[in-house]
């Protein structure tokens, strides 16, 4: 597509954890072009929102992370100190959580904290920062935008604290937006307006947007490419339409069975299931981590670590040395977890 | 009288077995400080009915008042007007015990809805004992036997919901609204809480238990997917009333109510290239604590006409056994209903 506007490379996060080291994210890569949309999918403890944390440098003190390349365009994020970051945060890559309540200061009205975002980063008026969070507040469809500025956060309802927060992360026109679960919390037919508005705004300003997410039908309607995640690594991607036409990897596969989808699943037939339990991510591992739960594994699939290999064009991988098999229409068996 | 009361002639062949017949139930909530005490009106007057074998689905937003009804149709929660008929015989005159014979709660939380310092065991025997049906070394044998119906290892008996999965703990709360076999669950939202795979898990064990033991259950959900699934009849709330009633296929295949077909579109399904859809909901949020006069839906409703903002809407018949409250569908001049 466009420029790359980040790069990452082998990225991995450990935990101390009682019981020893927890290997939270297991090298995890991705890149993200301008205008593109990257999904990171996956279940809870997948690794998928410390992944985001890394890449902002906002983990848990006691967390390490290493990788091999972090870049922000051309710069590397790697080792440039709190410092530089915290000038990073905000103004090039903005970020946008869950719950909008936790992620507003509730001392402060709307218009103070829409208005820092671009004073801190950036030597304008407080007139003209008034003015841009005016604009956006308008951009993002919040009506009577001059006064709500004066409004504390609970004046507002969730919907419309979600609709703030993505007004703040465009105040300094960031290259890249990294939102996690943006839209969990919210109804339904407002979690569509802000994921519409989400799209429209990223396709205006041509950012780069990494949305993480657990539901697949937010990364189906979303995504250019899917990144699939599960205990702590990448297991599949490609672009959204490769993914979801032919899944790849038995983890994903089995995710979209687990779905109904009206229209399609027929009422009161079984869903499809995962059994089993993820595998806990303390201590080393070996072999691919889905295979206790996967209905293809073989010895091989536990001898060793599964490489995440290119399986065509358009960064099209998957983490499963059996998938030209199970493609070709491979034999299932009962997997382990369940004998 | 409205139309779920009149389908219920007196000769139907069977009493529901948990029906709300025009209730209304409102809460004082304080107003802040130095301020004076607000009305919340959660439910106003809502007729449901729940026959035999029947799984009845209610789908709407944050308070919209769901749970506020499913707690008056488990007995929980008195009525503020109108009255709930279990069975066919008015709550008032019920003892507890008999009303929780009848009807067994599953909730959203399988987190808050246990209590951590009780074994498994100790959980899902709980209700023999309340209903005074303990019999020794008998409750063990039926607390293992329900353990098994739903999918728990009988060696669990002894341990501690800390030390269960979110999909086990949410078995454990169905074997415990199952033990007494009561006729009716009424589930919260009980998978919102679970990861994709596990849902999928408990859904099939829900249909499944529907199947063995012909149980009837009023199933909550903000997930239509999940809803048309488990329901075959949907009642839609929004802001205390019920908007549309109807039989799942029809309201599925052709949604009556503006709030049903903004619902309908904002399901997203795993289907890639469709895009996110555009709901056409004005940025207005339901306040249930500020409801509109006329039509509550008309500052979202995108046909809203000169009428809805002044003059509330009259449920009227309509296809698939059911019913809709919106201008949009006057009543025939014959069968009108006194306001």
């Known amino acids: 597509m466009g420029e790359r506007i980040l790069s990452v490379e082998d990225l991995r996060v450990d935990l101390p954890v009682p019981a020893g080291t927890l290997h939270a994210v297991q090298g995890v890569s991705f890149h993200v072009d301008r205008g593109e949309t990257v999904c990171i999918v996956g279940e809870s403890g997948c690794g998928k929102t410390l992944t985001a944390l890394a890449v902002m440098d906002l983990l848990p003190q006691r967390a390490q992370r290493s990788a091999r390349r972090l870049d922000l365009g051309s710069r590397s994020l790697l080792g440039i100190g709190e410092r530089a970051m915290s000038d990073i945060r905000g103004s090039d890559i903005a970020m946008i959580f869950q719950e909008p309540m936790t992620s507003l200061n509730p001392a402060y009205t709307i218009g103070n904290q829409l208005e820092e975002a671009l004073l801190r980063h950036s030597r304008v008026s407080r007139r003209k920062a008034r003015d841009r969070a005016v604009y956006l507040l308008e951009r993002v469809r919040v009506t009577a935008a001059a006064e709500r500025l004066k409004q504390y956060p609970h004046h507002l309802s969730g919907g419309l604290r979600q609709r703030v927060m993505i007004a703040m992360s465009l105040m300094c026109s960031p290259k890249l937006i990294l939102a996690d679960e943006p839209t969990t919390a919210l109804d339904v037919t407002i979690q569509a307006q802000i994921l519409h508005l989400l799209a429209e705004l990223q396709r205006e300003f041509a950012m780069g947007l990494v949305l993480i997410t657990h539901d697949l039908g937010v990364v189906a309607r979303i995504a250019t490419r899917v990144v699939v995640m599960y205990a702590g690594q990448v297991v599949e991607s490609g672009t959204a339409a490769d993914v979801f036409a032919a899944p790849a990897h038995p983890y994903t596969q089995g995710l979209l069975a687990c779905i109904p989808v009206p229209g399609r699943t027929q009422r009161g037939a079984r869903l499809g299931t995962i059994p089993g339990m993820v595998p806990t991510l303390i201590g080393e591992a070996t072999g691919c981590h889905f295979a206790s739960r996967c209905a293809y594994a073989t010895d091989a699939c536990r001898r060793n670590g599964i490489p995440l290999d290119a399986i065509a064009a358009d960064d099209r991988q998957v983490r499963c040395i059996r998938h030209a098999e199970i493609a070709a229409g491979a034999p299932a068996h009962a997997p382990e977890a369940v004998s | ?339």
């Open chain 2, 1 to 339: 009288m409205t139309l779920a009361q009149a389908r219920l002639s007196p000769d139907a062949p069977a009493q529901p077995l948990a029906e709300a017949r025009g209730v209304s139930r409102t809460f004082q909530v304080s107003g802040g400080f130095f301020r004076s005490r607000r009305l919340l009106r959660a439910v106003e007057n809502v007729s449901l009915a729940v026959q035999p074998g029947e799984a009845v689905g209610l789908v709407g937003e944050s308070g919209c008042g769901k749970t506020t009804l499913a707690r008056m149709m488990l007995g929980l929660l008195a009525p503020t007007s109108g009255e709930i008929y279990f069975a066919g015989q008015a709550s008032g005159r019920l003892s507890r015990r008999a009303i929780a014979r009848l009807v067994q709660p599953v909730f959203q939380d399988p987190y808050s809805s246990l209590n951590p310092r009780k074994s498994v065991g100790s959980i899902i025997g709980l209700p023999l004992r309340v209903l005074g049906e303990d019999g020794g070394t008998d409750q063990r044998r039926r607390v293992e036997g329900m353990m098994e119906r739903v999918g728990l290892a009988r060696r669990l008996y002894d341990n501690y919901p800390s030390q269960l999965s979110g999909g086990q703990r949410q078995r454990v709360a169905i074997a415990r609204a199952l033990i007494t076999r009561p006729q009716l669950v009424v589930c919260d939202e009980p998978t919102s809480a679970l990861d994709v795979s596990v849902q999928s898990q408990i859904l099939n064990l829900l249909q499944e238990l529907r199947q063995d033991l012909g149980v009837a259950y009023l199933f909550i959900s903000h997930n239509l997917a999940a809803v048309e699934y488990m329901a075959s009849r949907i009642a839609v709330m929004y802001l205390g009333r019920i908007v549309e009633e109807a039989d799942t296929g029809t309201l599925f295949r052709a949604p009556k109510h503006p709030y049903t077909q903004a619902l309908l579109a904002s399901v997203l399904t795993p289907e890639p290239g469709l895009g996110v859809p555009e709901t056409h909901l004005g940025v207005s949020y339901p306040n249930p604590l500020a409801i509109p006069p006329g039509c509550r839906f008309h500052p979202r409703c995108p046909r809203a006409m000169e009428i809805c903002q002044t003059v509330p809407p009259l449920p009227v018949p309509a296809e698939g056994d059911g019913l809709v409250e919106c201008h949009l569908y006057p009543p025939p001049p014959a069968a009108r209903m006194p306001a």
